[in-house]
Structure formats: C-alpha cells, structure tokens
C-alpha cells in the first residue's frame, strides 16, 4: 500500500470483530482495501465460508458480482471477485477483490478504482498490489 494504512475496528453481529485496514486514495480515481477477520468455528466446507464471505462483501458494497474464480496462495483456498458499484455521487466503479482461508482467519483483498481508468494503469495498480500480499505461518 502506499501510505500506512488506517487502522478501523468495525463491529460485525456475524463475525464479531472484522479488523479493517484501510487506506483509501480516491482523488486518484482508486483505493485499497484490506481486511481480515477469524472465524470462531470454522466449517468443515472451505468453499461454504467462501460463499458466505462473497456474498457479505457484494452485499455490503452494494455491488454486483461481475465474474468470480477460484483461487488459491500458498495452497489455501480463496476466491478473486470482479465487482460493479456505483458510489453516492454517481462514479461507477470496479473493484476486484481477493479473499483467502487460512486456516481461521479470512483474508479479504480489494483495488477499487473509477471503471473509466487506463486498463493498462489499472492492470498495472493491481498486480502490484496483489503481489505484495504474503501469508506467514503463525510461530
């Protein structure tokens, strides 16, 4: 990210406590954003969790799914979504959002940016970002 992200503790009556790092820089047509949170009683069924973590994440930006994949990082499960929103002021916005299982923690990765961006800018801004992402085993 390239600013220290803002650290917001959003209270959720489903996951209990979803820690949110954000760091948004929308004067530049986008933003990231990054979340995690631990899931008391993980379900048995991965791609059910992944589901449920879909459908909350479209649901809460009130955005509709464009086109979802399987994914994985490191061999743990995970989803890339692409997302259409419109914000308050009337941009319209794509988002692409990453989210992986590991072990009980759920990782939620997203760039949202003005849909009318350079693709090439924009391709660029988000393999970046989605590159820089690792995952290190708890010790």
């Known amino acids: 990210m390239p600013h220290e992200p803002k650290?917001?503790?959003?209270?959720?009556?489903?996951?209990?406590?979803?820690?949110?790092?954000?760091d948004t820089d929308l004067e530049t047509g986008y933003a990231f954003?990054?979340?995690y949170f631990d899931i008391?009683?993980?379900?048995p069924d991965l791609d059910?969790?992944?589901?449920?973590?879909?459908?909350?994440i479209v649901r809460g930006a009130?955005?509709?799914?464009?086109?979802?994949?399987k994914i994985s990082l490191y061999g743990y499960p995970g989803r890339e979504l692409d997302l259409s929103l419109t914000v308050n002021s009337g941009t319209i916005m794509s988002a692409?959002?990453?989210?992986?299982i590991v072990g009980s923690r759920v990782y939620s990765l997203t760039y949202v940016?003005?849909?009318?961006?350079?693709?090439?800018?924009?391709a660029d801004i988000a393999t970046k970002f989605f590159s820089s992402f690792?995952?290190?085993p708890n010790k």
């Open 40 to 43: 008391p009683n993980p379900r």
């Open 62 to 69: 009130g955005a509709t799914l464009v086109r979802e994949e």
């Open 7 to 22: 650290l917001e503790t959003i209270s959720d009556p489903e996951t209990k406590n979803l820690v949110n790092y954000r």
């Open 48 to 56: 059910e969790s992944l589901n449920v973590t879909r459908d909350g």
């Open 134 to 136: 690792k995952v290190t």
């Open 96 to 100: 692409r959002t990453r989210i992986y």
């Open 113 to 122: 940016r003005v849909k009318d961006m350079d693709s090439t800018l924009a």
């Open 33 to 35: 954003i990054c979340e």
